[in-house]
């Protein structure tokens, strides 16, 4: 066999062909890799994001329960008496303030009218008088203390 053919003008033609053909291939291997590397960024990325994601679910919902919980707390606390004693006290004293400053002639009836229940109170603490407090409760509580009132009394014979 002769050498002649590799210098064939159908074998320059092939030369020729072959060094673009083997540029794109590398090329298609550089691009093939880098696709590679962003895949595996891109990757890392999203778990990182899905772990916070998952940290903050989990946060959103112990905040969730611990606002629950607060809020049976309030709640408890709002229906005990000595917090509805002192939310009537508050709404009483906002509603004084109010009508004093725009009610002309509410204001010395009001003053007199609180004067003469401290003195009442005043004088339920130095033990003058009966606590008024007292019998509203035994009133409240009405047909049980009517019950023991008819069962303590003298009968007539």
Do not use: C
Not at 5 to 19: E, H, M, N, S
Not at 83 to 93: A, F, Y
Not at 110 to 117: D, L, P
Not at 131 to 139: D, S
């Amino acid at each position: 066999m002769s050498t002649d053919w590799f210098t064939q003008p159908a074998a320059f033609g092939f030369y020729v062909g072959l060094i673009p053909a083997l540029v794109f291939r590398f090329q298609l291997f550089l691009a093939r890799r880098d696709i590679r590397r962003s895949e595996s960024q891109q990757f890392g990325h999203i778990k990182s994001l899905t772990d916070a994601f998952k940290k903050v679910q989990d946060e959103l919902t112990s905040t969730q329960a611990e606002n629950e919980n607060l809020r049976i707390k309030i709640h408890a606390l709002q229906i005990s008496p000595e917090r509805q004693k002192m939310r009537q006290l508050e709404v009483l004293n906002r509603a004084e303030q109010r009508l004093t400053i725009s009610a002309p002639g509410f204001a010395p009836a009001w003053q007199t009218a609180k004067n003469e229940a401290l003195e009442q109170l005043e004088q339920e603490e130095r033990g003058k008088s009966a606590p008024k407090q007292v019998f509203a409760q035994l009133v409240s509580s009405g047909s049980a203390l009517f019950s023991r009132t008819k069962n303590t009394a003298p009968s007539d014979p």
